[in-house]
């Protein structure tokens, strides 16, 4: 599904070079529910970034499902992401002036799907999170559990191979957390790869597997889940 090898991003700042990724190699299998974890300014963001091909190595090479992301263009790699990537992102990123079903129709705009098609699309993907009956709402009418209910919707709504989310309940109280930490494990159960980028310990024992990165680099790849099973932790 993903595999990083020997990954670095530099940024220069003046007579400075900064480090942000220096030397990843993973290797994600289909199906996989992951968790990222590490302090702010530890490159898990950028680490994000490369996944979710919104962002290029410096060096190394990057495979989505077995195509190679690492030399495209930006537009083939918006196409890309377009096509294998749904985000779920911390502050919902939901256009204020559009309905729920809007929202969650604009992957489907980009991917050229007939305006009838998508709307039963979308309307479905709402159904799966609960919010059918919210289609017609704008986002200040909806509650930050409910936004981020549609910010799911919307990543589900072009069935892609893989669900990045990143810290998807930082902006959340504890009870719309844990809704929304439940659908996502739901999405996994249903057969999709799942990448939880969060600094929350709690967030990523969570996952099958948690994955720590400090300094730009990869520090601890752990199994969780036997923990998962026992109901402990790591």
Same mark, same amino acid.
């Given at each position: 599904?993903?595999? #990083? ?6 940024? /220069?700042? =003046? ?12 290797? !994600? ?8 974890? =590490? ?11 490369? @996944? =979710? ?7 190394? /090479? ?17 196409? #890309? ?6 985000? !779920? ?8 002036? #559009? ?17 009838? /098609? ?8 709402? &159904? ?5 009956? /919210? ?8 509650s930050g559990g409910q936004q981020q209910r549609v910010s799911v919707a919307r990543a589900l709504s072009a069935n892609p ?10 902006? #959340? ?15 996994? &159960?249903?057969?999709?790869? @799942?990448?939880? !980028? ?19 680099? !990869? ?16």
């Open positions: 599904m993903i595999r #990083l090898e020997n990954i670095r991003k530099i940024y /220069k700042m =003046g007579d400075n070079e900064v480090r942000a990724l220096d030397g990843v190699s993973l290797h !994600i299998k289909p199906h996989e529910f992951v968790s990222v974890i =590490g302090p702010s300014g530890s490159g898990k963001s950028t680490l994000m970034n490369i @996944i =979710g091909c919104l962002d290029v190595a410096t060096s190394g /090479k990057y495979f989505i499902d077995g195509v190679d992301a690492s030399e495209m263009t930006d537009n083939q790699l918006a196409d #890309l992401r377009n096509q294998k990537i749904g985000f !779920i992102f911390q502050q919902y990123n939901l256009l204020a002036k #559009l309905s729920s079903l809007e929202n969650v129709e604009l992957p489907l705009i980009y991917r050229g799907i007939p305006a009838g /098609k998508r709307q039963e699309m979308a309307m479905s993907a709402l &159904e799966k999170v609960g919010l059918a009956d /919210k289609a017609m709402h704008k986002p200040t009418e909806l191979s893989l669900i990045l989310a990143d810290e998807p309940t930082g902006a #959340l109280d504890s009870k719309s957390g844990a809704e929304i930490m439940q659908m996502i494990h739901k999405l996994h &159960e249903e057969g999709n790869t @799942i990448v939880i !980028i969060t600094h929350d310990l709690n967030i990523a024992k969570q996952a099958e597997r948690i994955i720590t990165i400090r300094d730009g680099k !990869i520090t601890s790849d752990v199994d969780n889940r036997g923990d998962i099973e026992g109901g402990g932790g790591v």
